[in-house]
């Protein structure tokens, strides 16, 4: 059973970046066919889908948020992370990691969320 | 980007009733990747329906989805009361992938 968690800070200034780790158990992060992706949720809000990094270090990202998204993969850690820079108040929101098995396969596994609030 | 419409926005129903729950995709989903997620409070989505209507591991056959052009539909057919949340549907076809913006089933 995949298992995935995210871990980062819950309090981050405006205008500074703000970071995130997603650590998997249970199955490799470098091998077979998936998408490590970010997905995030706005307090009272729907979800948004914000990226992925495949499992061979290609990435992409929702022109939603322009430039302002990277992502990063340490297989030796199993860990994937997300960074959005130039934070404001709208980016306060629940951030989830999660697996997409492959093309044509919907997100599967999700961590549990962490809240980010972007405030001074 | 496709836009997925959820409707209704809330749905008032009573143990042991027909829930029907409804997507609209603004242009056809690819291949029909189609997903929909049960979200209840404070935790995290759980997929329920994938391929707009292949039920996803351990999911009760009381869910069902259908699918007609680009209109969708979640189905369960009776409903028990841990299936009082909000349910979101989701295309993965086509990047970006994109969420309906949630149908919340509560209990009359």
């Known amino acids: 059973q995949v298992q995935l968690q995210e871990s980062g800070p819950g309090l981050v200034e405006p205008s500074a970046t703000l970071s995130l780790t997603c650590t998997v158990s249970?199955?490799?992060?470098?091998?077979?066919?998936?998408?490590w992706s970010w997905i995030r949720q706005r307090p009272g809000q729907g979800l948004e889908y914000i990226g992925y990094?495949?499992?061979?270090?290609?990435?992409y990202s929702n022109p939603s948020l322009g430039s302002r998204v990277t992502f990063s993969l340490d297989t030796s850690k199993s860990q994937f992370s997300l960074r959005l820079n130039s934070v404001t108040a709208a980016d306060t929101a629940v951030y989830y990691c999660?697996?997409?098995?492959?093309?044509?396969?919907?997100?599967?596994?999700w961590g549990q969320g962490t809240l980010v609030t972007v405030s001074s | 980007e496709i836009v997925l419409t959820q409707s209704p926005g809330t749905l008032s129903l009573s143990p042991g009733e027909r829930a029907t729950l409804s997507c609209r995709a603004s242009q056809s989903v690819t291949s029909g990747y189609l997903a929909w997620y049960q979200q209840k409070p404070g935790q995290a989505p759980r997929l329920l329906i994938f391929g707009a209507s292949r039920r996803a591991t351990g999911i009760p056959d009381r869910f069902s989805g259908s699918e007609s052009g680009t209109d969708f539909t979640l189905t369960i057919s009776r409903l028990e009361p841990e299936d009082f949340a909000v349910y979101y549907c989701?295309?993965?076809?086509?990047?970006?992938?994109?969420f309906g913006q949630g149908t919340k089933l509560e209990s009359k």
């Open positions: 989701q295309q993965y076809g086509t990047s970006p992938y994109t």
């Open positions: 990094i495949y499992y061979s270090g290609n990435t």
């Open positions: 999660a697996r997409d098995p492959g093309y044509g396969e919907p997100l599967d596994y």
């Open positions: 249970g199955g490799s992060i470098s091998r077979g066919n998936s998408y």
